[in-house]
Nanobody
Framework: EVQLQAFGGGLVQAGGFLRLSCAAT????????IGWFRQAPGKEREGVSCFSSSDGSTYYADSVKGRFTISSDNAKNTVYLQKNSLNADDTAVYYC?????????????????WGQGTLVTVSS
């Protein structure tokens, strides 16, 4: 059974940093896309970042490019999202996602596996 467990959210001041972790069980990262979505209060869910070992693709939303970095520790089957220079617009519930194949196109939320969210609040 595939499970994704995200953790590492919390309260951080604007300009600060935070690292989210997503521990995956039931599959390995080989040939899988794994990444992060977020949903801010009153807004639609949006893709934040993704990488896929099936084709080597990496994706970042324009709003986080240069500030967020996705990485993985295959030995621990864990993916990370390092978030720097946080601002109030980054306040959201962050979800870890995974599915077989490449990262989906921007706007495509078709991932089979979703973890529970972890809340990140950025105070100004």
């Amino acid at each position: 059974e595939v499970q994704l467990q995200a953790f590492g959210g919390g309260l951080v001041q604007a300009g600060g940093f935070l690292r989210l972790s997503c521990a995956a069980t039931g599959f390995t990262f080989d040939d899988y896309a794994i990444g992060w979505f977020r949903q801010a209060p009153g807004k639609e869910r949006e893709g934040v970042s993704c990488f896929s070992s099936s084709d080597g693709s990496t994706y970042y939303a324009d709003s986080v490019k240069g500030r967020f970095t996705i990485s993985s520790d295959n030995a621990k089957n864990t993916v990370y999202l390092q978030k720097n220079s946080l601002n109030a617009d980054d306040t959201a519930v962050y979800y870890c996602v995974a599915d077989w194949g490449p990262c989906r196109e921007e706007g495509d939320h078709d991932y089979e596996y979703w973890g529970q969210g972890t809340l990140v609040t950025v105070s100004s």
